[in-house]
């Protein structure tokens, strides 16, 4: 492998990259060493069993178009998959039944597996020509290079958006009351510091009220909790289910409720608190 493809792969990890960032880099490079006319990476939808390009890099009159698609079972990856062949020279002879290949005109064709770390196939890394090209062993090492480094940024950035999720998750949890699924004391109490703080710039009123469910410890005593909580989440959406449109109901805790929202005038502010009970 040569000390300019070494140099130009280590100046582009040296850097934080997106996956689009790093494989639109890591084409050009694999287009001067294979010297062929068009380098992509695929992903394959098993699911649905079609094979998208995702990334492709033209240099010449081939044009792999991103976003292109064909059936998995019938594309020239899979073939060369199933024969277990990364090169061929001869793409229209050895293939004759690949349409998508005679298209296209094929024919030189490298491909090489991207496989993740449990070994499940994510897509493939293709270099593919309308001349006959020679057999290139530093191509060969630098797509076989360049298809690990693809894998583990694929994981990494699955990774990254997993912990994403699992933070929103997690501060959605933290915000959400268990039983009711309304927002609890907390997320109540940032609220009302954003109110508060919006109330004093716009020189408005905010509106509170407070609801504490009478004789509740009766229900629990006498049907028992389950009884008591489902009632509890009847409350709550019955009156989510009533709130003004931009107004947060929320549960305290225990038979405690409360309201949030911006202060009406006050003959509107009695007819909204009425249709409320």
């Known amino acids: 492998m040569s000390d300019f493809i070494l140099a130009r792969v280590s100046q582009t990890l040296a850097n934080e990259h997106s996956l689009e960032t790093l494989v639109r880099q890591l084409l050009e490079m694999l287009e001067l060493v294979t010297r062929m006319e068009s380098t992509y990476l695929t992903r394959i939808d098993f699911d649905a069993q079609r094979q998208h390009i995702m990334y492709a890099h033209n240099s010449s009159e081939m044009q792999i178009p991103e976003g292109f698609s064909v059936p998995w079972n019938d594309s ?34 490298f491909s090489i597996p991207v496989r993740l770390t449990d070994g499940s196939l994510f897509g493939t890394l293709c270099a593919t020509s309308r001349a006959r090209q020679p057999y290139n062993i530093e ?80 229900i629990n005593d006498r049907f028992g909790h389950p009884c008591g909580d489902s009632f509890l989440i009847q409350i709550g959406e019955r009156l989510a289910a009533r709130v003004r449109s931009g107004d947060i109901v929320g549960r305290l805790g225990g038979d405690e409720f409360l309201i949030v929202g911006t202060g009406p005038d006050s003959a509107d502010q009695q007819e909204y608190i009425a249709a409320l009970r």
């Open 76 to 109: 020239l990856c899979k073939r060369a998959l199933d024969d277990r062949c990364i090169f061929s020279n001869d793409v229209a002879e050895r293939w004759r039944s690949c349409l998508a290949a005679q298209d296209l005109g094929i024919a030189t064709f």
């Open 139 to 218: 191509g060969e090492q630098v797509m076989n290079l360049f298809a690990n480094l693809i894998s583990h940024y694929v994981e990494k950035e699955t990774l990254v958006q997993q912990l994403r999720a699992a933070n929103v998750a997690l501060e959605m949890h933290s915000y959400t009351d268990e039983l009711t699924g309304l927002p609890n004391r907390r997320s109540l109490f940032k609220h009302l510091a954003a109110q508060f703080s919006q109330a004093r710039e716009q020189q408005r009123s905010v509106l509170l009220i407070f609801i504490d469910l009478d004789d509740f410890k009766a």
